[in-house]
């Protein structure tokens, strides 16, 4: 396929990417995602050069072309350098050195455009994860990886795709710093084990490819880099828990334990009082831990709702139920008395799940199943059976504006109504939701819901 260059486009057309692995921002606000280029990615660095020196001739941001917008694959870093320029009220804490600065008012650029995401992805994970022109780090290509897996895609199918990336190396990272996460270390530390910026996972990666720390914490890996452990959950949290923490406070680096010597004498005099009771019966795996947030501001005090407001997510009145399906009915009960307010993270995560079980029912009622159906063992994803039903394939459901809800769910990523954002919620460790991100899901989904849940005979 085509890469096609095309100059003097201007950077006031071109998005930065919401989907950039170095961007853990989920807002839609683009200042925001510049702001964040410059505070945590040095984007100031690339004005300097652009006063210094201009545009280089043989740089093109990639892009693709996205929801009717030109969306930077690659250069969201230059992207935002260029608009701070031009708008240095964007980054009010840089504000004044740019504008001390000559500027050399570019205003437009040239660009390559790619012909889809998958395969700028690819470009970019050469790029970034073998050839190195400008690294990431180790745990934030870690990352890279785990962006993938929340998309869906299996262990083998990432290896299948990144051929001569070390997947395996990457995944056992991404298992062993949640497992990180998920000590009860103390409250100071707790943020700078979070941080998968600066978190210092090589010193960490030392430690657990060691045989005999291995030994000592009771765990081992299989070939795609999953941890499995030997014994109780407690006991192996004993001396994980240590290590972590003085990883964290700096008493463990690489220059004072870099050799396998090193390790041995940490785990004979350090680690003496933490060690593991390998003896006792039990075994885990990552999943059978919970990460531990870092402390939380106070809660804000709770929205009180008028008593019109259901404290469900609907009245039956609303949205009677017609299927002769018990198993959908139960869940249906649930969603209609649970407490949203009290129970934010169950009611989006069960909403996801019903959302998905309803469409498979209703597309087998409607003979359209067979349409989308792919593989014989699986059920089709929710993303395929969503995009089925906003499409002109789908002849059951005729509403032309119910349609492009469904768009929008699938599309504005960045939205608390997304399928993006209650993916997130099944599969993200890390993210949470509030009730207005489930009645906002709910109120985008529940003209869907009344045709799914009451079908044409």
Known sequence: MDWPIEDNISIVDLNLDQHNIRTPISEKDQNALIRDMFANEDAYEIVKSYVQNGVFPDEFPIVIKENGQMIIIEGNRRLAALKALNVPSIVSAWEKKIKSLRNPKITKIKVVFAPSRDAAIKHIANKHTINYRRPWKPLRQAYFYKSQLDDGKSIEEIINEFPGHNVPRFYKMIEMHHLAKSMNIHES???????????????????????????????????????????????????????????AIGKIDSRSHNKAT?????????????????????????????????????????????????KGLFYQSDLPFRLSSTSLRLIYDELKDIDVESFPNATHDLLRSFLECALVFYLKYTDEYNLIKKDMRHNPKLSEMLNFISSNKCTSIDDDSLKQAVKQVLSSWGDSYSLARMNMINHNENWTSSGKDVRSAWGKIEGLFKILLNPDK
Do not use: W
Request: aromatic residues 12%; proline residues 6%; charged residues 35%.
């Open 189 to 247: 530390l707790v943020s700078k084990v979070h941080d998968d910026r600066n978190f210092p996972i090589t010193t960490l990666e030392r430690f657990y490819n060691d045989k005999a720390v291995a030994e000592f914490l009771g765990i081992e890996f299989d070939l795609f880099g999953t941890v499995r452990g030997k014994a109780p959950e407690n006991e192996f949290e004993k001396g994980y828990k240590r290590i972590i923490e003085d990883i």
């Open 262 to 310: 090193e390790r041995a004498a940490y785990l004979k005099k350090s680690l003496a009082k933490h060690k593991p009771n390998l003896r006792k019966i039990g075994s885990f795996s990552s999943s059978d831990f919970k990460e531990i947030p870092p402390h939380k501001k106070a809660a804000k005090k709770k929205r009180v709702y008028s008593k019109k407001h259901p």
